[in-house]
């Protein structure tokens, strides 16, 4: 479990990978969809204009094409864990995103400033960051009619779990938290492939932990023993 005072250490570049016992990198694509058209906004006491993008992001408890579920109170807290950072505008999502949970400055394109919950859907709102490289190429791809998904990246643990028509998924557990949301243009891996590989790197963990249990309790046994 990825406690909060961890997660801000990754979200503010401490942590360049999720190392943290327990916890991996967790990211999951979906396509970006527009609740309404991208919008140009001014704001009243600086004057200074940007690209507004408001969409769906993710979805609870719906298995996802990666093979994950977030059960609904498992986003809401990384939804509202998000908060302070959101209201301090330090939330930026590059273009295409990196394997590790660092946020990597000269990539970004979009400061997330707004996410909320509506039934099971999670919507957020972004700024295109048209001073950065990126976020130039972003506004760019947007205006030809590219299609952009937006990949949630976080840091938390996942249980495979067995779904009522015997498949299975990856159930990701309690203190999960968002880093970041990035912008691609790449489909969501479908494959099996990656199910496989996260249920034997899970199993690998267990097995580990119960040979440590095992060597734990022998050596109390033996201690035991020698008290005698």
């Known amino acids: 479990m990825v406690d909060?005072?961890?997660?801000?250490?990754?979200?503010?570049?401490?942590?360049?990978?999720?190392?943290?016992?327990?916890?991996?990198?967790?990211?999951?694509?979906?396509?970006?969809?527009?609740?309404?058209?991208?919008?140009?906004?001014?704001?009243?006491?600086?004057?200074?204009?940007?690209t507004r993008l408001t969409g769906l992001i993710q979805k609870a408890d719906t298995p996802n094409e990666n093979g994950r579920v977030y059960p609904f109170g498992v986003m809401k807290e990384a939804i509202e864990a998000l908060g302070p950072a959101i209201k301090e505008r330090t939330?930026?999502?590059?273009?295409?995103?990196?394997?590790?949970?660092?946020?990597?400055?000269?990539?970004?394109?979009?400061?997330?400033?707004?996410?909320?919950?509506?039934?099971?859907?999670?919507?957020?709102?972004?700024?295109?960051?048209?001073?950065?490289?990126?976020?130039?190429?972003?506004?760019?791809?947007?205006?030809?009619?590219?299609?952009?998904?937006i990949s949630s990246r976080g840091v938390g643990d996942m249980e495979v779990q067995l779904m009522e028509d015997g498949s299975e998924v990856n159930e990701v557990m309690p203190g999960f938290r968002f880093v970041c949301f990035d912008a691609v243009n790449e489909p969501s891996v479908k494959g099996t492939a990656l199910n496989m590989m996260e249920s034997k790197q899970r199993k690998q963990r267990n097995e580990f932990n119960e040979r440590k249990m095992t060597a734990e309790k022998q050596l109390a046994s033996a201690i035991k023993e020698f008290l005698k």
């Not at 943290?20 to 694509?29: K, N, S």
């Not at 919507?123 to 947007?142: H, N, R, S, W």
């Open 4 to 50: 909060i005072a961890s997660a801000k250490l990754i979200m503010e570049g401490t942590i360049a990978s999720a190392t943290l016992e327990g916890c991996q990198v967790i990211r999951d694509t979906s396509t970006f969809r527009l609740i309404k058209e991208p919008e140009v906004v001014t704001e009243g006491k600086t004057g200074r204009k940007f």
């Open 91 to 149: 939330v930026l999502g590059e273009l295409d995103h990196p394997d590790d949970a660092k946020i990597h400055t000269e990539n970004a394109c979009l400061l997330l400033t707004k996410v909320w919950i509506e039934g099971k859907s999670v919507f957020g709102q972004f700024e295109i960051l048209e001073g950065m490289p990126k976020g130039q190429m972003l506004k760019a791809l947007i205006d030809q009619g590219v299609t952009i998904s």
